[in-house]
């Protein structure tokens, strides 16, 4: 059964870091690019950055929006991919999701991605 399951959400100030973790299972981790999206209320779901297989044409994307500020990695020994969020503004408030899809390449579609986690709030005060 394949499984993701983010954490380390939470509430925190504008200005303030979180790190979210997405632990997976039930694949072969090396043959699937992840993905982190998310989506606030009342907006669509949005590709915030996207990893391919270190192996494979490795290549990170990060939305505009995040660029300098969140950093995506992987330990391929954990199975697991961490972002790492500094400087947080209220506009980064959102309901994150960790995704996968069975291929090497990472794309920002959320509809090519096959697997998703359950989600976990992040939430910044101004």
């Not at 982190?36 to 907006?43: I, S, V």
């Not at 500020?69 to 969020?85: A, G």
């Not at 579609?109 to 910044?124: K, L, P």
Request: hydrophobic share 35%; glycine share 10%; with cysteine.
């Amino acid at each position: 059964e394949v499984q993701l399951v983010e954490s380390g959400g939470g509430l925190v100030q504008a200005g303030g870091s979180l790190r979210l973790s997405c632990a997976v299972s039930g694949f072969t981790f090396n043959d699937h690019a992840i993905g982190w999206f998310r989506q606030a209320p009342g907006k669509e779901r949005e590709a915030v950055s996207c990893l391919s297989n270190t192996g494979y044409e490795a290549s990170i994307y990060y939305a505009d929006s995040v660029k300098g500020r969140f950093t995506i990695s992987r330990d391929n020994t954990k199975n697991t991919v961490y972002l790492q969020m500094n400087s947080l503004k209220p506009e980064d408030t959102a309901v994150y999701y960790c995704a996968s899809r069975p291929s090497p390449v990472a794309v920002t579609t959320f509809t090519d991605y096959a697997y998703w986690g359950q989600g976990t709030q992040v939430t910044v005060s101004s």
